[in-house]
């Protein structure tokens, strides 16, 4: 490290001692997260060293092998198994204050209902007792608190831990955002999900899970829908010793920038967008060369955790993210979770199918599960089997539809679109009840205008501009 750099750790240090807010243990990660970024080890991938996974390092959902029928042996393989849903996320991109999870997603139900119910019928069925873990962020703790209450009478143990919190830097001076009189939350940042790996370890959680009998944690994004628990995932690992499984699914044209995962020096690794080189960037993006990306679903052995943590080998590679907050220029450090991937024994892949990918990100995805081309049971929102298509209608809304709110309120109920194959909506738009959409569908408000589409009126391949057009 350059003399200028270790003075600016070393007055950095000083400053975070004094931070009262946060504990011992965050203090040296953080400390350490900056002392690594500042020595500059960015791993720069080497294009020509790039290899394609074999199918024994990202393994085909289809070649696994049949879950046993024996009710005892499913028992005993879900006994080992923890569900992590990281609920760190704020809804604030799709209108709404408070964690994400308690959007409501279908029926009335909630991210975090529906993971309650899934969750709840699996103990049921097989008589075991899986606990849910949900990992908050200083942002959502104590929302969530206040959520978890209401499932107190449930059938399902629910623990709840928060990821560390870090301050924000500032770039010009390079000291803690706090230190200069910055009070609240603007001060600080949650450091990405790679951080879940220590958290858990920190909240002492990992060691009274293994002093349970767990072996194995499954971790999902809490607005995955498509995340469930996966029995033939799970005994693929517990009967191969795997370590780490990263779940891949198929590129879309719509996942061109999602991680890739990479054979590389004999290891597999993820390959993010941000690491690859200009001249290389579009190569990535082919969906030829890498056919897959990583949903973020991801199953761990927890004493591979508790073993890589102690001997602080975690070392994901490092995100900057800048920032800027009332007008001061910031910095952000984060690590993500499938980054870690290269640092365990015997880490897989398995590359799923699709429908266990399915987050919702924006309304216009809220569109998709709320209607007829999905269906609830048991908190599983599963695909309508009357669409053929395996690929679901690309669906674009305007502004107008951004917020869950307004959303909500310009249907008077979901559309149909079983037969639909893209809709795309701008303007001023109201929709009737039983609406019906076909093919590719245009719906377009002259500006200053408002367009009301009549109850059960049935669009099919149309541009539909004024009432005129229906």
């Not at 959007?103 to 699996?122: A, C, H, K, M």
């Amino acid at each position: 490290m350059a003399a200028a750099d270790t003075e600016k750790l070393n007055n950095l240090r000083s400053a975070v001692s004094g931070l009262t807010q946060i504990s011992d243990n965050e203090k040296s990660g953080f400390i350490n997260l900056v002392s690594r970024y500042l020595s500059g080890e960015a791993q720069h991938v080497e294009w020509s060293k790039i290899q394609t996974p074999t199918d024994k390092i990202v393994v085909p959902y289809d070649t696994l092998s049949a879950v046993p029928e024996d009710v005892a042996q499913t028992k005993s393989l879900l006994d080992k198994l923890v569900v992590l849903k990281l609920n760190g996320g704020l809804g604030t991109t799709m209108g709404c204050t408070g964690p994400k999870s308690v959007i409501e997603v279908r029926n009335g139900l909630t991210f975090l209902d529906l993971i309650v119910i899934q969750i709840e019928s699996l103990n049921k069925k097989y008589g075991c007792s899986v606990p849910l873990l949900l990992m908050n962020s200083f942002n959502t703790h104590d929302d969530t608190q206040k959520i978890v209450e209401k499932y107190s009478g449930s059938k399902i143990e629910i623990h709840t831990f928060n990821q560390s919190q870090y301050p924000r830097l500032v770039t010009e001076d390079f000291l803690p955002l706090p230190s200069k009189g910055v009070a609240g939350k603007d001060g600080w940042y949650p450091p990405g999900h790679g951080d879940v790996f220590p958290s858990l370890m920190n909240s002492g959680k990992l060691d009274a899970l293994l002093s349970q009998g767990k072996e194995y944690v499954f971790v999902a994004n809490s607005d995955n829908l498509g995340a469930v628990v996966d029995l033939k995932i799970l005994n693929h690992l517990v009967q191969n010793k795997n370590e780490y499984c990263m779940e891949v699914t198929p590129k879309t044209l719509a996942d061109v920038k999602g991680g890739t995962l990479i054979s590389y020096d004999g290891k597999v690794q993820l390959l993010e967008i941000a690491q690859v080189p200009d001249e290389h960037v579009n190569e990535f993006k082919s969906i030829e060369k890498f056919k897959i990306f990583n949903t973020n679903n991801l199953w761990v052995n927890l004493n591979a955790i508790k073993r890589l943590v102690q001997a602080d080998a975690l070392k994901m590679e490092i995100i900057p993210n800048p920032k800027e907050v009332d007008g001061i220029k910031v910095l952000q450090l984060e690590t993500a979770a499938g980054a870690a991937i290269k640092f365990f024994d015997n880490a897989i892949g398995i590359n799923v199918p699709r429908s266990r990918f399915l987050p919702v990100k924006a309304s216009s995805d809220l569109l998709l599960v709320q209607s007829d081309l999905y269906t609830e049971t048991d908190g599983y929102v599963i695909r309508n089997p009357a669409r053929k298509d395996p690929a679901n209608p690309s669906i674009e809304l305007g502004p107008e539809f951004k917020k869950v709110g307004d959303f909500l309120k310009r249907f008077k109920s979901i559309p149909s679109i079983i037969e639909l194959d893209s809709l795309k909506v701008s303007g001023d738009v109201w929709f009737g009840s039983s609406v019906v959409l076909k093919g590719k569908v245009v719906i377009a408000a002259k500006s200053g205008d408002k367009l009301d589409i009549p109850d059960k009126a049935v669009i099919q391949n149309k541009e539909v501009h004024g009432a005129g057009d229906l």
